[in-house]
């Protein structure tokens, strides 16, 4: 139950940061495909959305240039996806404890 709340929780900061919709998401790896899915799209046709997006929900710059060296689009679109569901789920978790 309490990991219902925080990929619910999770796919909603998603959704607000990165201006789409995220919806039906019943667990991690449903939120991870939908949002490889999102990614790859912004990195091919929205890319400075995709850097707007990282900015406000605070992910490591270094760790953004890091992933941005991956040459194989598919492993870039997982190392970026990994680094947003890091950073919103640690933000889901601490906003669920607080309620």
Known sequence: MEEDKI???ASEL?????LVKISDVQNENMLREKLEEIIANLIKYNFERLVQGLYRIDVAEEKFSEAMKESDFD????????LILNREIEK????????
Do not use: D, P, Q
């Not at 998603?14 to 990165?18: K, L």
């Not at 492993?75 to 990994?82: E, G, Q």
């Not at 889901?92 to 309620?99: F, G, I, Q, S």
């Open 7 to 9: 990929i619910t929780t």
């Open 14 to 18: 998603i959704s607000e940061h990165f």
């Open 75 to 82: 492993l870039l679109v997982h190392k970026i996806t990994n």
């Open 92 to 99: 889901a978790k601490y906003r669920n404890r607080k309620m």
